[in-house]
């Protein structure tokens, strides 16, 4: 079997759709190279920093890294931009989205949210509001949303950090994406776990 055998969805039966679940299941074991492939891309996206929008997501990550934080706050601050390219508007919730069925919802909102959050540091700037983020306030992950903000994304655009390359990252990035989706006991709903441990 090449391919289904139907034309609309309605007419499949139960040979096409475990065709095609082989064919799906296969593809996202290669979600992992697919997102490092990605990452590299925002080398086209905006200009104008200091740093390119790759070496600010390396300089997040070797930051949360830096400061003892595990995989998961590690692998959300590589990827906390990933949409710059495809949805710059929600740039956040579309790195949210990718996230979420593979990393603790604490590091899931914080990135969904991280946008709304940087406003502090220039929304006076451009007309936003800086405390946008205050809509959040009583969050139990507000804080860590701040922090997250604070040490690894607003601090990374300076191009003398010697941030680590990003096949450092890849291992990391290729064990979170084989973790089995929506595990409970890897979302851990409520679960803080700090941002850093390093002293």
Not at 4 to 25: C, N, R, W
Not at 49 to 56: A, E, F, K, P, S
Not at 99 to 113: S, Y
């Amino acid at each position: 079997m090449d391919h289904v055998k139907f034309t609309q969805m309605k007419d499949g039966d139960a040979e096409d759709y475990a065709f095609l679940t082989d064919h799906e299941v296969a593809y996202t074991k290669g979600t992992a190279d697919r997102l490092l492939t990605a990452l590299v891309s925002l080398d086209e996206s905006l200009s104008g920093y200091q740093i390119t929008r790759l070496g600010h997501s390396l300089q997040s990550a070797t930051r949360a890294e830096a400061d003892g934080a595990d995989i998961d706050w590690i692998v959300g601050a590589l990827l906390h931009d990933i949409g710059d390219i495809f949805a710059p508007y929600n740039h956040d919730e579309y790195a949210a989205t990718i996230l979420r069925p593979f990393v603790r919802e604490q590091v899931t909102w914080v990135v969904e949210k991280h946008g709304d959050f940087q406003l502090v540091y220039y929304g006076e700037h451009v007309g936003a509001d800086p405390e946008k983020r205050q809509a959040y306030a009583g969050h139990a992950y507000f804080d860590d949303c701040v922090t997250f903000c604070e040490r690894w994304d607003q601090a990374s655009f300076n191009p003398a950090y010697p941030h680590k390359p990003i096949d450092h990252f890849a291992p990391m990035v290729r064990d979170v994406f084989a973790r089995t989706p929506y595990d409970p006991a890897v979302l851990r709903p409520g679960h803080r776990a700090p941002l850093a441990t390093a002293r």
